[in-house]
T-cell receptor
Framework: AQKITQTQPGMFVQEKEAVTLDCTYD???????LFWYKQPSSGEMIFLIY??????QNATEGRYSLNFQKARKSANLVISASQLGDSAMYFC???????????FGTGTLLAVQP | NAGVTQTPKFRVLKTGQSMTLLCAQD?????MYWYRQDPGMGLRLIHY???????AKGEVPDGYNVSRLKKQNFLLGLESAAPSQTSVYFC???????????FGPGTRLTVT
């Protein structure tokens, strides 16, 4: 069975600093994908970044990058130059290739302080 | 381009009542999903569909039924609502496997 673990229930970061949100996963599949989603207080789910299990380079999207360490089964999200608008809940999720079902972690609540 | 829409946005039901949540997407996506989100538990998959006319069970399917009669619509039904089904329900769709899922705005359901 697949599983996502996010060990940080909450994090604080100062504005303009970088922050790393941890995510570890467990799967026996060879083909899988890892996603990060942001959920602000308004409730919508916003896609941030994707990493495929066969991708050799770490994914990047603007200020977001994914530190993918396949052997350690970790997929940490790095947010550079934090902004006040980054304050939100962040979810890591894993998907299997066959059905595209997402398994979510319990999330990390990030608070950016001015 | 509306993306993924959900109807209604809010609903209050009494125990034993039934209702249907409607999800619609205009992106011609094959895959559609229903999740529920409860405090401290992340999102959990209820049912999903890999194409028109198909449905399958997710992690927490009990008490729910779904139908995908048209490619753009995915309906979630509660036949006899229970207080344990109080939750926020999200619909999502994706183009294909290993593609990102686009989420609707959510439906907040309270069962008293």
């Amino acid at each position: 069975a697949q599983k996502i673990t996010q060990t940080q229930p909450g994090m604080f970061v100062q504005e303009k600093e970088a922050v790393t949100l941890d995510c570890t996963y467990d799967t026996s599949d060879q083909s899988y994908g890892l996603f990060w989603y942001k959920q602000p207080s308004s409730g919508e789910m916003i896609f941030l970044i994707y990493q495929g299990s066969y991708d050799e380079q770490n994914a990047t999207e603007g200020r977001y990058s994914l530190n993918f360490q396949k052997a350690r089964k970790s997929a940490n999200l790095v947010i550079s130059a934090s902004q006040l608008g980054d304050s939100a809940m962040y979810f890591c999720a894993i998907v299997r290739g066959a059905t595209n079902k997402l398994i979510f972690g319990t999330g990390t609540l990030l608070a950016v302080q001015p | 381009n509306a993306g993924v829409t959900q109807t209604p946005k809010f609903r209050v039901l009494k125990t034993g009542q039934s209702m249907t949540l409607l999800c619609a997407q205009d992106m011609n996506h094959e895959y559609m999903y229903w999740y529920r989100q409860d405090p401290g538990m992340g999102l959990r998959l209820i049912h999903y569909s890999v194409g028109e006319g198909t449905t399958a069970k997710g992690e927490v399917p009990d008490g729910y039924n779904v139908s995908r009669l048209k490619k753009q619509n995915f309906l979630l039904g509660l036949e006899s609502a229970a207080p344990s089904q109080t939750s926020v329900y999200f619909c999502a769709s994706s183009l294909a496997v290993l593609y990102e899922q686009y989420f609707g705005p959510g439906t907040r359901l309270t069962v008293t």
